[in-house]
């Protein structure tokens, strides 16, 4: 069955510095990619996406994430955190052009920027 | 303009009591999605809606979990005989079609059972 999975639960940083966090998925299809994030007390936004084209992608924020299809890997990046981008991220795969359109989701990074 | 709503907010039941939860899909969204987020767990597909077409019930844990999609809007998870395991956040969301196209969801049903 499909999976995916974000191997930091729990990160802590400073602000400035740099982020990545990992996410790996389990299939060999077409996918469709996703990042979302969960601010404190708010609803589930999506923070970038990948369909096709160029695997690095950039969203919302200053956020990036780079599809290597040969690691099976979707990882998000930003150069510089603040203190505002404390929040639950969430990776996302959904098989392109299968029969189901559903999003299967990794257990999700709590991020804690300190200032 | 207006994004996924979802109704009630929150919902403390009695274990073995049967609760409703609303959605309401951005208008004109044909497809629609529930997904349940556990304490510690990711979020878990339970059912998804395009259309007319027949709903991927796939992903609903047990037969004490359906729900119904009215006119091709509104829609509605039952839970019947709720158990503690059942506790989680509830989230709903609608994409414009299938495929090729992002879901925006909703604020969530957190569901207490006890």
């Known amino acids: 069955a499909q999976s995916v999975s974000q191997h930091n639960h729990h990160v802590i940083l400073s602000e400035a510095a740099s982020l990545e966090l990992g996410c790996n998925y389990s299939y060999g299809g077409t996918v469709n990619l996703f990042w979302y994030v969960q601010y404190p007390g708010q609803h589930l936004q999506l923070l970038l996406k990948y369909f096709s084209g160029d695997p690095l992608v950039k969203g919302i924020k200053g956020f990036e994430a780079e599809f290597i299809k040969s690691k099976f890997s979707f990882n998000l990046r930003k150069p510089s955190v603040q203190w505002s981008d404390t929040a639950e991220y969430f990776c996302a795969v959904k098989n392109y052009g299968g029969a189901t359109n559903k999003l299967i989701f990794g257990t999700g990074t709590l991020l804690a920027v300190q200032p | 303009g207006a994004g996924v709503s979802q109704s009630p907010s929150n919902k403390v039941t009695e274990k073995g009591k049967d609760v409703e939860l609303r959605c309401d899909p951005i208008?004109?969204?044909?497809?629609l999605y529930w997904y349940r987020q556990s304490l510690g767990q990711g979020l878990e597909f339970l059912i998804y809606?395009?259309?007319?077409?027949?709903?991927?019930k796939s992903g609903l844990p047990s037969d004490r979990f359906s729900a119904e999609r009215t006119g091709g809007s509104v829609s509605t998870l039952t839970i019947q005989r709720t158990q503690q395991e059942d506790s989680a956040v509830y989230l709903c969301?609608?994409?414009?079609?299938?495929?090729?196209?992002?879901?925006?969801f909703g604020p969530g049903t957190r569901l207490t059972v006890t």
């Open positions: 969301a609608s994409s414009l079609a299938s495929h090729s196209y992002e879901q925006y």
């Open positions: 208008s004109g969204h044909t497809a």
């Open positions: 809606f395009q259309g007319n077409s027949a709903p991927d």
